[in-house]
Every structure is written in structure tokens, then in C-alpha cells.
């Protein structure tokens, strides 16, 4: 039997979602669709995270204050190392481009949500009941978003964007050591040989989310 191999040979350069996601502005003229698809984006990108994630983000586990957001979680996820609790998510302030702040637009959905929900999941149905949704949904969610960035999605899947987001935090000088605390890594080799990808038609930050989300042309 052949060892497994990294899926993608490189990644797509995470500037053009950013910027589909800026054109996704301001959020009164979002449709509930837009505004969930982007939220789970900006998630996604701002902490390296998978879509399994996402799925598990409640908001009875969530503090919100000014400059951040921290989730907890209170269940094993399936990439949880055995016997490991799982560091809390941790979202700041992006001050620099409300835009592109995770913070500001996770604020605006909650409040659109609050009086539609009949969960504590944080992503919900876009129908009524507006419950809880699949691992699933979420994903289409996400491609929906990077096709409209422009992004093929017969060569990317929604978990490209773990890799997308910790490659470009690498090339703009976030340490190593940061991105595997992100993204939950106990092994370097295992972030350098499934997730550490040139990046495709790219062109010193410390901070993996400033780094990730001031990544612009």
C-alpha cells in the first residue's frame, strides 16, 4: 500500500477572497445567506480552523467583549488528539478593515439571528425553523463563498482554506510555533508536509490573524 499524499502540490492566494468578502458590505444589504457565508469565511480564515469547528461553535460557550471573541468547547472533536482538551477559539479585533473584521460582522449576525433561532448552535438554517445545521450545510456555505471568489472548486475543497490561511500567515513571518497553536498541531512535519503550500499567483507580521487578514494585493 502507497503512503498517503498531501492533496494539493499548492494553494490558492487567499487575497481574492478577501477581497470578495470586502464587496460583501455593508451588512444591512446582505441577504441572510451572504451574511452566514461570510461570517463562516472569516472564521475560517481568521483562525486556520476546519469546518468540524464551526460545527461545534455554541453560543452558550461563547464571551463576547470589545476586542475579542473566545469559544469553548465541551465536546471531542474527531481531529482532537486523544485525552487533550481543546483550546478555546480565540477571534480579535481586526481594527484596520471593518470589512474584514470577524468581530464586527459575528456581532451583526448574531443580532440578525437572535430573534430566528431556535438553537445555540452559532451558525443556523437559513429556513425556519432556523435550528441547527450539518457539518454539511456548512461546507456548502463555504463553497458557495470561495466560487464566487473565484476559486476552482474542481481543485479546492472547503478544507483548503486550513491550508490557505497557514501558508499565507507563514509567508508574511508568523512563526511556526504560532501557526501549529492555531491550528491544534502537536508536529511541525505534519503542518510542512499536508498544509504548508506555495501559494498560487501570490505576489514582519507576528500575529496569525492580522497576518492572514491583511494579506491584500
Not at 475543497?157 to 512563526?175: K, L, N, Y
Not at 504548508?196 to 491583511?214: C, G, L, T
Request: proline share 5%; hydrophobic share 35%.
Amino acid at each position: 500500500m502507497y503512503p498517503p499524499v498531501p492533496k494539493y502540490t499548492k494553494i490558492w492566494d487567499i487575497s481574492k477572497v478577501l477581497h470578495r468578502l470586502e464587496q460583501w458590505s455593508p451588512e444591512k444589504y446582505l441577504s441572510l445567506k451572504l451574511l452566514t457565508c461570510k461570517v463562516a469565511l472569516l472564521i475560517l480564515l481568521a483562525s486556520g480552523q476546519r469546518v468540524q469547528t464551526l460545527h461545534a461553535l455554541d453560543i452558550t460557550l461563547m464571551d463576547f467583549s470589545k476586542n475579542q471573541v473566545v469559544f469553548q468547547f465541551d465536546k471531542h472533536l474527531k481531529h482532537s488528539r486523544p485525552g487533550k482538551v481543546l483550546e478555546p477559539l480565540v477571534l480579535r479585533r481586526f481594527p484596520d478593515n471593518p470589512k474584514l473584521c470577524v468581530l464586527n460582522y459575528l456581532g451583526k449576525y448574531l443580532k440578525r439571528t437572535g430573534t430566528l433561532r431556535s438553537t445555540d448552535s452559532l451558525f443556523i438554517s437559513l429556513n425556519k425553523p432556523h435550528g441547527s445545521v450539518s457539518k454539511s450545510t456548512i461546507s456548502r456555505w463555504v463553497k458557495y463563498g470561495l466560487a464566487k471568489s473565484g476559486i476552482n472548486l474542481q481543485v479546492y475543497g472547503p478544507h483548503s482554506i486550513r491550508a490557505a490561511s497557514t501558508s499565507a500567515a507563514i509567508s508574511e513571518g508568523v512563526s511556526v510555533e504560532t501557526i501549529m497553536q492555531k491550528g491544534s498541531w502537536s508536529n511541525s512535519q505534519t503542518f510542512y508536509k499536508w498544509y504548508h503550500k506555495p501559494i498560487d499567483n501570490s505576489s514582519s507580521h507576528k500575529d496569525f490573524q492580522k497576518s492572514v487578514m491583511s494579506r491584500k494585493h
